[in-house]
C-alpha cells in the first residue's frame, strides 16, 4: 500500500544526500575539474638564499616527548646557524622547562608563559620575538621528517604565498591495525588541501607543521584556533596558502577513541567560531574564489550532522510510504553505516569487515564530535588551554 509522501520530504532528503556526497567527494572532484583548467604556476625554485627560520615548538606538560623532539629539531636538514629553536612552554610544571634548559648549549631557546595561558595566548608572546623571517610552527610530540623545513621554505619562493602547511602522519596504536582513524581523516584534509592550493589557497593549515611569513602574524585572540585563523588573517591581507606534499612529520594517535573524539568537537567549535567572526571572507564579490573554498571545506562539512541525521529521518516516512525500491536501498545502505558503527564502537568481532566497520566508525564518529562540537559553540564554550592525552 502506498501513502502519500509530501514533496518536501522527498526533497529535504535529496538535498541532505548531496550535502553529504559534496563535502566529501564532489567538492574534491570540483577542486580537480578546476586545477584543470586553472592556469598553471611556476614550480618553487629551491635556489638561492634560505631565510633564517625560527621553529616554535608549543609545550605543556611535554616532559614525556620533548627531548625526542628536540634531538629531532637538531638534525633537521637546514642550515644551523639559520635555525632558531625555540620551545613555548606554557606553564609547564612537570619536568619540561628543565630538560629543554639541558638543549640552551645547543642553542635551543626556551620561553616560558606563567598561568597556563594557552597555545594562542603564548604564540602571540612568542612570535614577536623570533628571530627568524619564517615561522614554523610545530608540536613537541610531532618529529619532522629531516627535509620538512626545506620543503616548507622554498614554496616562499612565490610571492604571493603567505604560509605553507605540511602534513601529519599518525601511528596507530599498538594492536590497532593498519587503519588509523586519525590518519584516514588526515589524509583526506591533506588531499583537499592540496587540491585548494593549486587553484588560490587552501583552507587552514596543519597545525603540527605550517609555516608563514612572519611579517604577515596578526596577534590573535586567545580563544582562536589558530592554524585556521593564522592563515585566514594571512589571506585577508592578500596573500594565499599552500600545501608542500614533502612536509611532513610524524605524530602517535591519540591513545583511545575518546581522545580522538574531543579532538574533534574542540576542533569544530574553535573552527566555527573563527568561521563567524570572519564574515567578510564568505563574501564572494571581495573573495570569490576563497570564499567558494571557505563554504565548501568548512561549513558545509560542518553541516554533515544535520544531512546525516535528516537524511535517514525523511528515508524512513518515504520508505514507509512505498514510494519505490531506491528508497528502500538507501535506507538499507544507511542502515548498514550505523550497524557497521556500532559494531566497531561495542568491539563486536567482524573479521571479514574489518576495514569498513573502521572507516564506518571514523566517519560517523567524527560527524558526532562534529554535531557536540556545535552545541558547544552555541553554548559559548571556548577552548583556550589544553590537557595532554597520552
Known amino acids: 500500500m502506498t501513502a502519500d509522501v509530501p514533496g518536501y520530504i522527498t526533497t529535504a532528503f535529496w538535498v541532505a544526500v ?14 580537480m575539474v578546476l586545477g584543470v583548467f586553472r ?36 638534525d633537521l636538514d637546514y642550515p644551523r646557524e639559520l635555525l632558531e629553536i625555540v620551545v613555548v612552554s606554557d606553564a609547564s610544571c612537570d619536568g619540561t622547562d628543565d630538560i629543554v634548559r639541558g638543549y640552551e648549549g645547543r642553542g635551543v631557546v626556551l620561553k616560558t608563559c606563567e598561568g597556563h595561558i594557552g597555545k594562542t595566548a ?52 599498538a594492536g590497532d591495525g593498519s587503519l588509523c582513524p586519525a590518519g584516514l581523516y588526515t589524509r583526506v584534509e591533506g588531499l583537499t588541501k592540496a587540491l585548494e592550493g593549486r587553484i588560490g589557497s587552501c583552507v587552514g593549515a596543519d597545525g603540527a607543521i605550517f609555516a608563514i611569513r612572519k611579517s604577515l602574524y596578526q596577534p590573535l585572540d586567545a580563544s582562536d584556533i589558530n592554524d585556521l585563523v593564522i592563515p585566514v588573517k594571512i589571506v585577508e591581507q592578500g596573500y594565499r596558502g599552500v600545501m608542500a606534499p614533502g612536509a ?21 567549535a574553535r573552527s566555527l567560531r573563527a568561521i563567524f567572526t570572519h564574515p567578510g571572507l564568505m563574501n564572494p564579490f571581495r573573495y570569490p574564489l576563497f570564499s567558494f573554498e571557505l563554504v565548501s571545506h568548512k561549513l558545509i562539512r560542518f553541516l554533515v550532522p544535520f544531512a546525516l541525521f535528516t537524511a535517514f529521518f525523511t528515508n524512513v516516512l518515504i520508505a514507509a510510504g512505498g514510494k519505490g525500491a531506491v528508497y528502500g536501498a538507501t535506507l538499507f545502505l544507511q542502515a548498514c553505516l550505523y550497524t557497521l558503527w556500532l559494531a566497531g564502537s561495542l568491539d563486536i568481532p567482524l573479521s571479514f569487515l574489518t576495514r569498513p566497520s573502521r572507516a564506518a566508525h571514523t566517519f560517523c564518529a567524527v560527524n558526532l564530535a562534529m554535531l557536540v562540537g556545535w552545541i558547544k559553540f552555541l553554548k559559548g564554550e571556548k577552548f583556550t588551554t589544553w590537557a595532554i592525552q597520552r
Request: proline content about 7%.
Open 18 to 31: 548531496l550535502i553529504v556526497l559534496y563535502a566529501y567527494a564532489g567538492y574534491p572532484v570540483v577542486l
Open 122 to 173: 603564548c604564540l602571540n608572546r612568542a612570535v614577536p620575538e623570533a628571530a627568524g623571517d619564517v615561522i614554523v610552527f610545530s608540536d613537541a610530540n610531532s618529529r619532522y621528517d629531516r627535509r620538512a623545513l626545506r620543503c616548507l621554505v622554498e614554496r616562499f619562493s612565490d610571492r604571493t604565498i603567505g604560509f605553507v602547511t605540511g602534513r601529519t602522519e599518525y601511528t596507530p596504536a
Open 248 to 268: 611532513f612529520c610524524i605524530e602517535p594517535a591519540a591513545p583511545a577513541v575518546s581522545g580522538e573524539f574531543a579532538r574533534h568537537v574542540r576542533i569544530t
Open 39 to 74: 592556469a598553471g604556476r611556476p614550480a618553487p625554485s629551491a635556489t638561492g638564499s634560505l631565510p633564517k627560520v625560527s621553529l616554535l615548538i608549543s609545550a605543556y606538560n611535554e616532559a614525556a616527548v620533548i627531548e625526542d623532539k628536540l634531538v629531532n629539531s637538531l
